[in-house]
């Protein structure tokens, strides 16, 4: 993998995740000519005295008020001061440098105008691990996030920087990064722009990639435990769905579940499955669907210009075109759409731990103790899960279709696009916290069916093996709920996933 990723050509998702991790990053020469090109057309507006909305002007329902040319820098300055009004629990370090990794794309665009130095220091901040405290709450679409990440240009706020907390005028003089001068235009466009909700985007959309890969495991281990009919998962009755991405899951599950002696005993007892067992591609499939249409929607934001105004070359040179392309409403929609895709994933497998549990339908003890009649086992463990759905059910409700009226009327429409992929976040988390009580209930299933794990399939003995190397098979006497983080905490390995899913076979 490069130690950097270069802003050239086309920018995936994928890419704004990595600098969000630590990856250095660049703008191609190219890049850094259309930000020059752009400058300098807004500077040649400033001169000539031409009204320009946002260069020139106030901004809002202050857009017909007229500045002097030397009162723009300190109209940046205070944009930028006055906008910083974020309240609440901090966004968390990686989820920052996403946002900030979105704005420099979208600067580089070349269509904002802004000044050279502050996309320097900008960069030189991600590049130099110059993190800003940034507030989570308090956004209707963009504004307040941008502010804070832009007042250590200032020397104003605080920064996670060494290690640590302190003011930022500090750690930009110790990372030696010189404070910019803000001119014409400059506030404006660094709280401007769909940067803050694609940025925390890209981050969910790594997380839910994982944990539609971790969900196919877990479907599997609770699958070859319950001794489920694999004729639901065949090839050829698959492809009649006519979806893509339900042939894929049947694919790996067919692959995560090869070579069971056990599994394979266990064919022909039953003419179907519960649907939580045989519908996993169905589900599991539909709800990557959403995330693939989430993906699609994220790379078109990032290959696009969302500043507001845009600095624009025609035949006869360069102009002002105030419009909205920052309201965010695609990418809040796609949020949207992918929170019930999350909540279903989560509830799926909620669904598989029930009945892992009840011996009437698992053939297993009760509740998965062997110690019945003085323990009630990992009963409650399914009770958490029922509750982490029940709380995703909520969080699934739409986002986008609220909306209030700021700025004089001026801005009477809004997208809430950063609250609608901030609230995807607790719904990952209880995603991963579900699937860690499944794969906890199934490593303790099998423990009763094949205390040395031969039975199974290579790739269940495989994530057995790595559950019990962790957690030892449960009993009354000890406390579930460290089980539980011990499990969730594989689940955020990717070197793990890749590991089973090398045992399996499977190739992305």
Request: net charge neutral; hydrophobic share 40%; glycine share 8%.
């Given at each position: 993998?490069?130690?950097?990723?270069?802003?050239?050509?086309?920018?995936?998702?994928?890419?704004?995740?990595?600098?969000?991790?630590?990856?250095?990053?660049?703008?191609?020469?190219?890049?850094?000519?259309?930000?020059?090109e752009s400058r300098a057309a807004v500077m040649s507006m400033v001169d000539s005295g031409q009204r320009a909305y946002g260069v020139n002007t106030g901004l809002g329902d202050l857009c017909n008020h007229l500045l002097d040319a030397d009162q723009l820098g300190q109209m940046s300055r205070g944009t930028i001061l006055n906008h910083a009004?974020?309240?609440?629990?901090?966004?968390?370090?990686?989820?920052v440098r996403a946002i900030m990794a979105a704005a420099l794309v979208n600067f580089s665009q070349g269509y904002s105008g802004l000044s050279l130095a502050?996309?320097?220091?900008?960069?030189?901040?991600?590049?130099?691990?110059?993190?800003?405290?940034?507030?989570?709450?308090?956004?209707?679409?963009?504004?307040?996030?941008?502010?804070?990440?832009?007042?250590?240009?200032?020397?104003?706020?605080?920064?996670?920087?060494?290690?640590?907390?302190?003011?930022?005028?500090?750690?930009?003089?110790?990372?030696?990064?010189?404070?910019?001068?803000?001119?014409?235009?400059?506030?404006?466009?660094?709280?401007?722009?769909?940067?803050?909700?694609?940025?925390?985007?890209?981050l969910v959309a790594g997380d839910a990639e994982q944990l539609m890969d971790w969900a196919d495991i877990g479907g599997a281990l609770s699958f070859q435990a319950l001794g489920g009919q694999l004729a639901a998962f065949g090839e050829a009755n698959l492809a009649l769905k006519g979806s893509v991405e339900v042939v894929k899951v049947g694919y790996r599950l067919r692959c995560l579940l090869a070579d069971s002696p056990w599994l394979a005993s266990q064919q022909?007892?039953?003419?179907?499955?519960?649907?939580?067992?045989?519908?996993?591609?169905?589900?599991?499939?539909?709800?990557?669907?959403?995330?693939?249409?989430?993906?699609?929607?994220?790379?078109?934001?990032?290959?696009?210009?969302?500043?507001?105004?845009?600095?624009?070359?025609?035949?006869?040179?360069?102009?002002?075109?105030?419009?909205?392309?920052?309201?965010?409403?695609?990418?809040?929609?796609?949020?949207?759409?992918?929170a019930p895709a999350l909540a279903e994933l989560g509830s799926v497998a909620e669904r598989r731990s029930y009945r892992l549990l009840y011996p009437q339908v698992s053939g297993l003890p009760g509740y998965l103790t062997d110690q019945g009649g003085i323990s009630s086992g990992l009963m409650i463990a399914q009770y958490t899960s029922a509750s982490?759905?029940?709380?995703?059910?909520?969080?699934?409700?739409?986002?986008?279709?609220?909306?209030f009226v700021t700025s004089g009327l001026q801005e009477d429409h809004l997208s809430f696009g950063t609250s609608a992929a901030l609230r995807l976040f607790p719904m990952l988390d209880n995603v991963r916290r579900v699937l860690a009580v499944e794969l906890f209930c199934g490593a303790q299933a099998l423990d009763f069916l094949d205390s040395d794990g031969q039975r199974f399939s290579p790739a269940g003995t495989a994530i057995?093996?790595?559950?019990?190397?962790?957690?030892?098979?449960?009993?009354?006497?000890?406390?579930?709920?460290?089980?539980?983080?011990?499990?969730?905490?594989?689940?955020?390995?990717?070197?793990?996933l890749s590991e089973v899913e090398q045992v399996a076979g499977l190739v992305n």
């Open positions: 993998m490069s130690q950097q990723v270069l802003i050239d050509g086309p920018i995936s998702w994928r890419d704004i995740a990595r600098v969000a991790e630590g990856t250095a990053i660049s703008l191609s020469e190219s890049r850094w000519a259309g930000i020059r009004c974020g309240v609440g629990p901090l966004l968390e370090k990686r989820q502050v996309v320097e220091a900008l960069m030189a901040m991600l590049n130099r691990d110059l993190t800003p405290q940034v507030p989570s709450l308090g956004s209707v679409g963009y504004l307040s996030h941008m502010a804070h990440i832009a007042l250590p240009l200032l020397g104003v706020g605080e920064v996670e920087f060494n290690g640590g907390v302190m003011p930022a005028c500090e750690a930009m003089r110790l990372a030696a990064i010189q404070l910019p001068e803000l001119g014409a235009k400059d506030g404006l466009s660094l709280v401007n722009g769909t940067p803050c909700m694609t940025g925390l985007a890209c022909s007892q039953r003419t179907q499955d519960a649907l939580s067992l045989r519908s996993m591609p169905q589900i599991h499939g539909a709800c990557r669907q959403q995330w693939r249409h989430f993906c699609a929607v994220l790379d078109g934001e990032l290959s696009g210009a969302s500043d507001n105004p845009l600095i624009m070359k025609d035949a006869q040179g360069y102009r002002v075109v105030s419009q909205a392309n920052p309201h965010g409403q695609g990418l809040a929609l796609a949020c949207d759409a992918l982490l759905c029940a709380d995703n059910r909520r969080l699934a409700q739409p986002v986008s279709v609220d909306n057995w093996r790595l559950i019990r190397l962790r957690v030892p098979h449960y009993t009354c006497q000890r406390w579930i709920a460290p089980d539980i983080a011990q499990v969730e905490t594989l689940l955020r390995d990717g070197r793990i």
